[in-house]
């Protein structure tokens, strides 16, 4: 299977502790994003990636979110003392700028993180 | 503040019947795409559409994109209970990098 795949799928922890996420995207596509889901609602944008450089972050990623992509492949995003509100699922998509306007994302399966 | 209006946001019809799901922005994107998402996957790709005025078909389902392209619209002709699932729009920008997705229509489809 040549498609995004994220690790682990599902994530209990503790309120207070660290997680982080993996995402290892499609291979030849240069653009990594994460994105954030609840329940019954679209995914909310956190940042994206062209490459290894980090090139947006939306405000909803606060101080306690890091994500990289340190050799422009897979990426990964950490989360900081955790917080219940911090529970959803956490989403990684790839896409290949060449192709723009015709740009498309192609969404793995998704973390479900859950914190008590 | 929502980029993109999904309407309606649920939506539940017997096996057979047509539907309409609406999606609406003041803004102009320079491509806009349609996904399915089932409950605890990622969203699947069902189509793109670049082109204001762009019509695209996909078996029983039908998009199209607005003239101005600001608007899109998913017409599902004969729903079956396969079709159940979270639709949801997202459009690019035509002057950023972000991709903005709608608010979601839930669709359940009654055998």
């Known amino acids: 299977d040549t498609g995004v795949s994220q690790d682990p799928r599902h994530k209990i922890t503790k309120r207070g502790q660290n997680v982080t996420f993996r995402c290892d995207p499609i291979s030849e596509h240069n653009r990594l994003y994460w994105y954030r889901q609840t329940l019954g609602q679209g995914p909310e944008f956190l940042t994206y990636?062209?490459?290894?450089?980090?090139?947006?972050k939306s405000r909803l990623l606060s101080d306690r979110f890091s994500a990289e992509r340190p050799k422009g492949s897979f990426s990964t995003l950490e989360i900081q003392r955790t917080e219940q509100g911090d529970s959803a699922m956490y989403l990684c998509a790839s896409s290949l700028t060449r192709l723009a306007p015709q740009e498309t994302q192609y969404f793995g399966p998704g973390t479900r993180l859950l914190v008590l | 503040t929502q980029l993109l209006e999904q309407s309606p946001q649920f939506l539940s019809i017997q096996e057979g019947e047509n539907l309409t799901v609406y999606c609406n922005s003041s803004s102009v994107f320079s491509s806009l795409q349609w996904y399915r998402q089932e409950p605890g996957e990622g969203p699947v790709l069902l189509v793109t559409v670049v082109t204001g005025g762009e019509v695209k078909k996909l078996k029983r389902l039908t998009f199209q994109f607005g003239d101005a392209r600001k608007d899109s619209s998913l017409h599902i002709t004969a729903a079956q209970p396969g079709d159940t699932g979270l639709y949801l729009c997202?459009?690019?920008?035509?002057?950023?990098?972000?991709?903005?997705f709608g608010t979601g229509t839930s669709l359940t489809v009654i055998p």
């Open positions: 997202a459009g690019l920008l035509s002057t950023g990098n972000q991709f903005y």
């Open positions: 990636f062209q490459n290894e450089a980090q090139l947006e």
